[in-house]
């Protein structure tokens, strides 16, 4: 059949027009892989304290391969659990104040499980609107009813559970990722328990920045291991690895070990990857100070930005978002630092749920002084005209 007749080569001739849709909006995506050996200042990785290199972490990685080899082998019910997912599991579910845990392949397949399985047809589910993908598309696949409510106000989620007489749960980020703000998670709390609902939190970028010790921000909101509290974690941003873990009740974990779909159907997380986050939670216990000092570069970095007069949102944990005028501004922004010998991350829609684009600044616990200054300078230094 020819090409040209109608045939299977014009099946997908939308996908050319999509394409040419985001080439005028200036949306167009593409990968960049990095070297082995980063040449730039890295402020765009998750790598909140900077543990991804550290030759602690990566060791118990290779310990880990070298022992159990490169791969799990199969689903966690099956091969895929080794002694190191149930020490990493008890590891979890301590240092966050939590009765138990469950890791799977990554922080996105936790959300999908948590959502899922503790919703479901008759269940009223109140997602604040800044949440990350994840959570949205395990409401989605949840089947369950979905109000999605003003970004961080509790009074919406009392006013969507108000009437309803079934199930219900709350769904929030702890630490929203496009600017770093933290979510009112005792005010939800209380909405949650008044309306006899769940509250679930993904602590993504909570777990290591914010709590006693970097436990998270339901550990600072005094709300771990409560009976009505489940929370979600990546082991992908301050422990420097990968896969991601539901924390909660152990009622709850083990309800999710026989339906969550994502935990049943998926391969089990690799033993590096498993070995690198049980020693990056150890290095936290025994050195704490790391989350503050997270803090202190975040808080530091913004008062230069702000200071310079740029557009950069007061950080509640690790991450530092400075407004750009358009995607296209934040484009040529992103690659003008680059060129500098900087390295951020350039978020815009749909990225972004309120259509701003921005750069967003990883504010790195191992980053130093100087560093911070300089990262401060070549952002201040290339920003665009605020009427681009």
């Given at each position: ?11 997908f001739?939308?996908?050319d ?17 990095r ?23 990566t060791?118990a ?23 190191l ?12 104040g ?19 399985a ?104 005094g ?50 990857a ?14 704490p ?17 702000a ?20 995607p ?37 616990g ?17 920003a ?5």
């Amino acid at each position: 059949m020819s090409e040209h007749s109608g045939g299977p080569s014009s099946c997908f001739s939308w996908i050319d027009e999509a394409r040419a849709t985001r080439a005028r909006a200036g949306l167009v995506r593409a990968l960049r892989p990095r070297p082995a050996a980063a040449p730039l200042l890295d402020l765009a990785s998750n790598d909140y304290l900077g543990l991804a290199r550290h030759p602690l972490i990566t060791e118990a990685a290779a310990r880990a391969a070298r022992r159990w080899g490169a791969g799990s082998t199969g689903s966690r019910l099956v091969t895929g659990s080794t002694r190191l997912h149930a020490e990493l599991e008890a590891e979890l579910a301590d240092f966050c104040g939590f009765e138990a845990a469950l890791v799977l392949s990554s922080g996105y397949a936790a959300n999908l499980a948590a959502v899922t399985a503790l919703t479901g047809e008759g269940t009223l589910i109140a997602s604040d609107a800044y949440n990350h993908a994840s959570l949205i598309d395990g409401c989605r696949l949840s089947r369950a009813g979905t109000v999605v409510v003003p970004h961080a106000e509790p009074e919406a989620v009392h006013k969507a559970f108000d009437g309803h007489r079934g199930r219900a749960v709350a769904v929030t980020d702890s630490v929203f990722s496009v600017d770093g703000d933290a979510a009112p998670l005792t005010a939800l709390s209380a909405v949650c328990r008044e309306a006899g609902a769940a509250l679930l939190v993904d602590d993504a970028h909570g777990l290591g920045v914010l709590g006693e010790g970097g436990r998270g921000a339901p550990h600072a909101a005094g709300l771990a291991g409560a009976a009505d509290t489940v929370a979600t974690v990546t082991l992908s941003k301050s422990l420097g690895s990968q896969g991601g873990a539901v924390l909660g009740p152990a009622r709850v974990i083990e309800h999710l070990v026989n339906t969550a779909r994502t935990f049943i159907f998926d391969t089990g997380l690799a033993p590096a990857a498993t070995g690198a986050a049980l020693a990056a939670l150890g290095l936290l216990r025994r050195e704490p100070e790391r989350a503050a000092r997270a803090r202190a570069v975040a808080a530091r970095l913004h008062g230069l930005l702000a200071g310079a007069g740029l557009e950069a949102v007061a950080p509640d944990a690790s991450v530092v978002s400075v407004r750009a005028p358009s995607p296209a501004a934040a484009v040529r922004w992103a690659a003008d630092c680059r060129a500098a010998g900087l390295h951020v991350g350039c978020f815009r829609p749909p990225s972004v749920p309120d259509g701003i684009s921005r750069l967003r600044l990883t504010a790195r616990g191992d980053l130093s002084d100087a560093q911070i200054e300089t990262a401060a300078g070549t952002v201040t230094r290339t920003a665009p005209a605020a009427a681009e």
